[in-house]
C-alpha cells in the first residue's frame, strides 16, 4: 500500500474498513478468472456512506476505484487492472426489507443471492435470477454484471428485476436510479444503464429488486439422445409446442462423461441430455407437462424420465450441477465461456465448437442454457504449459466469431471484463464502441471507475 | 518450502471461484477474504511465488482455519484444502519457529502415555479447581488468564476409561474381534462414552479389545504443523494398534478415524502396517450399519432430538447417513433435520484453543440452528463436538442438552 494513500484512507474511514498489509493486495486482487491484479488498498466499507467518502477521495486524488462483491466473476470484472483501490462490499449483506405489498426486496449489494432466494421463498415469494455461483456471490456483483443463469428462459435475467438502484457517481455525489414503481419514464431508464455497466459508471451501494410470487408447483424431465443435434433440435420443438420451461438445460457428452466418472454413475451414456422443469400452478403444470412429453416423444428421445417425487427431481439436477466440478477434475484450468446465440442457431453453434475442438486438439465440454441459447463450452486444459495459452486464446477468438457469424453476442452473462474487451469492435464496430465509450467519458471523465474493462 | 512445492499442483488446482465462501466456518464469521479458504490459498501461493514473505498476518491467515475440510468436500475442483493448510503450518514451525503456550502443551503432552496421562489430571485438577469459579465475577481475578477460560468444561473424571474397562471384552459366538480406539477426549473426558461403545459393540455381536496404552492419534500435532513429532506418534500407533488381533478398528471420535485411516498412509507412505491398518478403520455408525444387524436390535427410546455432523465425518469421511438411520432407528419421536446440519460447531480441536473468541461465535451460529428445530436433544457423533456445543448450549442458556450417538445407542439396547 502506498504509504499515502494507506494513511489518507484509515483517516476517512475506520481502521476495520481498511485491509492493512502487504496481503491486501494478494487478497484482493484476483476472481475467478485466475486474473490477478494488485491494488494499492483494498477497503470493506461498513456503509453506504464510507463508500462515498471513498468515491470523493478517489475523484480529488485521481485514483482508480474497483469494486467488488464476491470475486466470483469470470470475465475480470473486480480486478484491479490500473491498481488503486479495491472496494469490496462483503460487509454490506443486510436485506433491508422484503416488502410484501410492493413485492420488492430491498439488498445492501454484498447480500449473497442465494440468501435472498431462502428469505423470499420463506415468504411464498421468489427472486428468479440464480446464476451458477448463487450460493456465493453477492446481489450487487448480479447487477453490474447483469447476472443471468438457468431461469433465464422462461424469467428473464438480472436486468428484469432490477427496480432501483443507489448510485455513487464517480465524483463523489449519489442518485438513485429509477423507483420502486413498475412504471416510470422520468428520463432516461438509468438503472438498465447502471446494470450491466460492470462498475465503470459508479459504485452500486443498494437495489431494490422486484419479486414475484413462488410458482406453486413444478416437476422435471429428463431427455437422452443419441446425439448432441438430436438434443438441440429437440429443444427447438419444445419451444414451438408452446410452452416456456423454467429451465432448459443440456449436455453434451464429453460433460456426461466427465460426470458419469466423478460420480460414479453409470446411467449417462448417452449422446446428450436435455434435463427440463416446468413450473406454474398445479393445473398449469400439468398441461405444459403434456405438451413437453409430446414434443419429447416426436423428437426422437432415446429416453424419457419424469421425476415422480423430489428425489428423483434432485437426482435429475445433480447430474447437471455436478457438471462444471466434474470437469474440472479432469485438468487443473477451466475456462468457462459464455457466447450465446439466438435459439434456433443452437445446433450449429454446437457443431462449430465441436469442429474447434478438434481444430486446436483441446477438451472442450459443452453444458448450458440450451432455452436461451446461452452455451457454455468449458476448455479443459492445463494453462503452466505455454503451448496450450496459445490454443486457448485461439479456440476462444474462433468461438466468438461463431457466436459472431450466428447473429449472437461474445458474451451472455459473464460480462466483458478483461477478458473479452480485444473482441467488442467484432460485435459492435467502431462506431458502437464509440457511442458505449461516450457515455463512459460522460460520466467518468476522469477515468477512475474500474478502468481498464470493457474498452481495450 | 519443500512442505508445500510437493503440493503445489494441488494449489494451483483452485481456480479462486468463490465457492467455499458458502461453507467456511469462519469467513460465516469474519466476512473476509483472509477468513476464507481461496483467500489463504492466494496468499500460500504468493508466498510460494516470493511475492510475499511469512508475515505474522499469513501466521494468522493460516492458523486461523478450523480444519473442518468443508471447503474440501465442496470445492468444485476438489482442492485438498486441509492439506495445503497443512503444509503451511509445517513450514512456518520450520521456518518461523513460533512457539505459544498451546504449541508448547501440546507438543510435551501428546508425546506418549505418561506424559498424556499427566497432563489430563493437571486439567482435572485446574477443571476443579477454577470450573466452578469461572462463571463468577470472581473469575477476573485468578492468577491464570487465559482467553478461554470462560470455556463451560465439563468435569473430568478422576478414573479414565483406560481404568474402566478390561483388555478384552468378551461375549458368547461372537462374529469377530473389535479393536475399539477410544483417543484422548473419550479416553479422559468422557470415558462412559467409552463404556458405551464397548457394551454396544457387545452388543452388535463383537468382542471389544482395548489398548490401555493406546496413544494421541496426534491430530492436534498435525494440525498444529509439528510434522516429526506426528510421524512419531503415528509410527507407534500403528504397531500397537497392529499388535492386537482384530478385524477392525473402530473409534467414536471422527478426528481420530480420520487420522488413524489417512493421515497416517500420507505421514507412512512405506509403511505396509499402516496400509493395512488403515484398511481396517471404521467410524463407529459406520460399523454398526454396514458390518453389524445392530439397528435391528435397537428399540426406539422416547425422544425428539436433531443431529449435527461432525466435520471429519461428514465431509472428511464422509459418512452422514449412517449415523441418521441408526438415531431414526433409535428414537421414536424421530430425528428433525436442523439447518446447516454439517457446518462447523467452531471446535476444531487446536483451533478453538488458539482462537477461542471466534471458535465460539462459530458456535453460536450452531445453537441458534438446534433452537430454531425445538428439539430438547441435539446427537452428534464426535466427542469434540460434544464439548464445544455442549460448552455453548450452557453459555447461551439453551435448554436442548448435546448427546453423542452412542449415549442415545446405549438407552435403545434391547433390554
Keep these: 500500500m502506498a504509504s499515502d494513500l494507506g494513511k489518507d484512507l484509515i483517516s476517512l474511514l475506520s481502521p476495520q474498513e481498511v485491509v492493512s498489509g502487504p496481503e491486501a493486495a494478494v487478497l484482493y486482487g484476483g476472481d475467478s478468472t485466475r486474473i490477478s491484479g494488485r491494488p494499492e488498498a483494498a477497503l470493506r466499507p461498513a456503509s453506504a456512506e464510507s463508500i462515498r467518502l471513498v468515491m470523493e477521495y478517489a475523484a480529488r486524488e485521481r485514483v482508480a476505484v474497483t469494486p467488488r462483491g464476491a470475486g466470483t466473476g469470470l470475465s475480470g470484472g473486480c480486478v484491479p487492472a490500473e491498481g488503486g483501490i479495491v472496494v469490496s462490499t462483503e460487509r454490506l449483506n443486510k436485506i433491508i426489507d422484503i416488502d410484501q405489498a410492493d413485492l420488492i426486496a430491498v439488498v445492501e449489494p454484498g447480500v449473497i443471492t442465494g440468501a435472498l432466494h431462502s428469505a423470499a421463498e420463506g415468504l411464498g415469494l421468489f427472486y428468479p435470477p440464480d446464476p451458477g455461483s448463487s450460493a456465493f456471490c453477492t446481489l450487487g456483483g448480479n447487477v453490474a454484471e447483469n447476472a443471468g443463469g438457468l431461469r433465464g428462459l422462461k424469467y428473464g435475467v438480472t436486468r428484469d428485476y432490477v427496480m432501483a438502484l443507489d448510485i455513487v457517481l464517480p465524483d463523489g455525489r449519489t442518485f438513485k436510479a429509477g423507483s420502486r414503481t413498475r412504471k416510470n419514464v422520468t428520463g432516461y431508464d438509468m438503472a438498465r444503464l447502471f446494470t450491466g455497466s460492470e462498475g465503470t459508471l459508479g459504485f452500486i451501494t443498494g437495489a431494490a429488486l422486484k419479486l414475484i410470487p413462488l410458482p406453486e408447483a413444478k416437476a422435471g424431465f429428463l431427455a437422452a439422445f443419441d446425439t448432441l443435434e438430436a438434443a438441440s433440435e429437440a429443444v427447438l420443438m419444445i419451444i414451438k409446442s408452446g410452452i416456456t420451461p423454467s429451465t432448459l438445460e443440456i449436455m453434451d457428452s464429453v460433460t456426461l462423461k466427465a460426470v458419469a466418472s466423478f460420480s460414479g454413475r453409470n446411467d449417462l451414456d448417452y449422446g446428450a441430455l436435455l434435463l427440463i422443469e416446468v413450473d406454474g400452478s398445479e393445473a398449469d403444470v400439468a398441461r405444459q407437462s403434456g405438451r413437453l412429453l409430446d414434443a419429447l416423444k416426436n423428437s426422437g428421445a432415446k429416453e424419457l424420465r419424469q421425476a415422480k417425487n423430489a428425489a428423483e427431481q434432485e437426482d435429475i439436477w445433480a447430474a447437471r450441477r455436478s457438471a462444471l466440478t466434474a470437469l474440472a477434475r479432469i485438468s487443473p484450468s477451466v475456462i468457462l465461456e459464455d457466447a450465446t446465440v439466438p435459439r434456433k442457431e443452437i445446433p450449429a453453434m454446437i457443431r462449430a465448437i465441436r469442429a474447434i475442438a478438434e481444430k486446436y486438439g483441446l477438451l472442450i465440454g459443452t453444458f448450458g442454457h440450451a432455452g436461451d441459447g446461452n452455451l457454455h463450452p468449458t476448455i479443459i486444459t492445463d494453462l503452466r504449459i505455454e503451448e496450450n495459452k496459445n490454443k486457448v486464446k485461439a479456440a476462444v477468438g474462433e468461438i466468438f466469431d461463431a457466436a459472431l457469424k450466428l447473429g449472437g453476442t461474445l458474451s451472455g452473462e459473464h460480462g466483458i471484463g478483461i477478458m473479452k474487451s480485444d473482441y467488442m469492435e467484432r460485435e459492435l464496430g467502431a462506431a458502437g464502441v464509440e457511442a458505449m465509450r461516450k457515455i463512459k467519458d460522460a460520466l467518468d471523465p476522469q477515468g477512475i471507475m474500474n478502468p481498464g474493462k470493457i474498452f481495450v | 518450502m519443500s512442505n508445500l512445492t510437493n503440493l503445489s499442483s494441488e494449489i494451483f488446482k483452485c481456480i479462486r471461484c468463490g465457492a467455499c465462501r458458502a461453507v467456511c466456518p469462519t469467513f460465516g464469521e469474519e466476512l473476509s477474504e483472509i477468513a476464507v479458504a481461496r483467500g489463504r490459498m492466494a496468499l500460500i501461493e504468493a508466498v510460494m511465488g516470493g511475492e510475499l514473505a511469512l508475515t505474522d498476518a499469513f501466521e494468522k491467515a493460516v492458523f486461523n482455519c478450523a480444519m473442518c475440510g468443508a471447503c474440501k468436500a465442496n470445492c468444485p475442483s476438489g482442492v485438498d484444502v486441509p492439506a495445503i493448510i497443512e503444509a503451511a503450518r509445517a513450514e512456518l514451525v520450520e521456518k518461523k519457529r513460533s512457539e505459544g503456550l498451546v504449541r508448547f502443551l501440546a507438543r510435551k503432552s501428546l508425546k506418549d502415555k505418561k506424559s498424556l496421562d499427566r497432563a489430563f489430571s493437571l486439567m482435572a485438577l485446574g477443571r476443579a479447581a477454577y470450573g466452578p469459579l469461572a462463571a463468577t465475577p470472581l473469575a477476573k481475578y485468578l492468577p491464570y488468564q487465559y482467553e478461554d477460560f470462560k470455556r463451560n468444561f465439563p468435569k473430568i ?259
Excluded at chain 2, 509410527?235 to 480420520?258: F, K, Q
Excluded at chain 2, 505421514?267 to 491398518?277: C, E, G, T, V, Y
Excluded at chain 2, 453460536?364 to 448450549?393: E, F, Q, S, W
Design chain 2, 157 to 415: 473424571p478422576r478414573k479414565p476409561l483406560s481404568k474402566r474397562i478390561p483388555p478384552v471384552s468378551r461375549i458368547r459366538h461372537a462374529k469377530g474381534t473389535v479393536l475399539f480406539y477410544a483417543g484422548c477426549v473419550i479416553n479422559y473426558v468422557y470415558p462412559e462414552i467409552g463404556v458405551a461403545a464397548v457394551k454396544i459393540l457387545n452388543h452388535a455381536g463383537y468382542d471389544v479389545a482395548f489398548i490401555k496404552e493406546e496413544l494421541c492419534c496426534g491430530k492436534p500435532l498435525l494440525s498444529l504443523g509439528e510434522t516429526e513429532a506426528f510421524r512419531s506418534v503415528a509410527e507407534r500407533n500403528v504397531s500397537l494398534l497392529m499388535g492386537v488381533e482384530a478385524d477392525y478398528i473402530v473409534s467414536a471420535c471422527p478426528t481420530c478415524s480420520l487420522t488413524l485411516r489417512d493421515e497416517y498412509l500420507k505421514i507412512l507412505p512405506q509403511s505396509d502396517n499402516a496400509a493395512a491398518m488403515a484398511a481396517k478403520v471404521r467410524d463407529i455408525n459406520e460399523f454398526l450399519l454396514h458390518e453389524t444387524d445392530f439397528i435391528a436390535r435397537l428399540d426406539a427410546a422416547e425422544m425428539i432430538i436433531t443431529y449435527h455432523d461432525p466435520c471429519h465425518l461428514a465431509h472428511g469421511m464422509g459418512v452422514k447417513k449412517e449415523p441418521r438411520e441408526l438415531l431414526d432407528a433409535a428414537t421414536l419421536g424421530g430425528l428433525v433435520e436442523m439447518e446447516e446440519a454439517s457446518r462447523c460447531c467452531g471446535f476444531g480441536g487446536s483451533f478453538s484453543f488458539l482462537n477461542y473468541e471466534l471458535s465460539g461465535r462459530i458456535a453460536n451460529r450452531k445453537v441458534k440452528n438446534i433452537i430454531k428445530t425445538g428439539a430438547p436433544a441435539v446427537v452428534t457423533a464426535c466427542p469434540g463436538c460434544l464439548m464445544h456445543i455442549g460448552d455453548a448450549l450452557r453459555q447461551s442458556g439453551a435448554d436442548a442438552v448435546a448427546f453423542h450417538t452412542l449415549q442415545i445407542f446405549e438407552k435403545a439396547i434391547k433390554k
